[in-house]
């Protein structure tokens, strides 16, 4: 276990649909990243929350939100779900830049 | 634009050989990573490099990193069948944690 908690680990929706990610970061770290992995894109950064504020934006789709809330974790929006949003999505944390980044298990969406 | 590019993005290793995965980046960075992933699970952190000439050893791998030559190596000593996974580099230009990952090498390993 990382200490990087995400739920959950596997999501089948339809197209159109919206869903939420979760993510905790590991105990005492205030930032959480979010990453997308998928077979033509590779992995790419989405979002960073640090302490409750956007800090910054990467290729992230307008239909794409996250918010940080004040207990530190961390959700992802996804809405007007496309065939394409189909990809491993990573949440990370960072103890310092010593250690890099600490990824969560990640959740596997499907679209269908 | 940052790319950092990784060769060979597929290698197929013989037990007990030697090889080296490389990772080029195009911009100034002195921090470089690299993590492994297994099939459908997370990233493991393998290294961390922070300045030029870093060299860090774990088991049978070994990175280095040249911030000058914009190159970081990933050696791989007398591979066993553990060594199969997808290994990544990822650079971080502006020293804010937003990785600019490879495109990732996929190792075999075959007795």
């Known amino acids: 276990d990382s200490g990087v908690t995400q739920t959950p680990k596997h999501l089948i929706t339809a197209t159109g649909q919206r869903v939420t990610l979760r993510c905790s970061p590991r105990?005492?770290?205030?930032?959480v990243y979010w990453y997308q992995q998928s077979l033509d894109q590779g992995l790419q950064f989405l979002i960073q929350?640090?302490?409750?504020?956007?800090?910054a934006k990467g290729n992230i789709l307008e239909r794409f939100s996250a918010q940080q809330f004040p207990d530190l974790h961390s959700e992802l929006n996804l809405s007007s779900l496309e065939l394409g949003d189909s990809a491993l999505y990573f949440c990370?944390?960072?103890?310092?830049?010593?250690?890099?980044?600490?990824f969560g298990s990640g959740t596997r969406l499907t679209v269908v | 634009e940052l790319k950092v590019e990784q060769n060979p993005l597929f290698l197929s290793m013989q037990e007990g050989k030697n090889y080296t995965i490389y990772c080029n980046y195009s911009t100034t960075s002195d921090r470089l990573y690299w993590y492994r992933q297994d099939p459908g699970k997370s990233l493991e952190s393998l290294f961390v490099?922070?300045?030029?000439?870093a060299v860090k050893q774990e088991g049978r791998l070994m990175a280095s990193l040249d911030t000058k030559a914009r190159l970081s190596t990933l050696h791989i000593t007398a591979a066993v069948h553990d060594l199969s996974a997808t290994y990544f580099c990822?650079?971080?230009?502006?020293?804010?944690?937003?990785?600019?990952f490879g495109a990732g090498t996929t190792v075999t390993v075959r007795a």
């Open positions: 990370a944390s960072v103890g310092g830049f010593n250690y890099g980044y600490t």
């Open positions: 490099l922070l300045s030029n000439g």
């Open positions: 990822a650079v971080d230009p502006s020293d804010d944690y937003k990785l600019s």
């Open positions: 929350y640090y302490n409750g504020e956007e800090r």
């Open positions: 105990s005492g770290d205030l930032s």
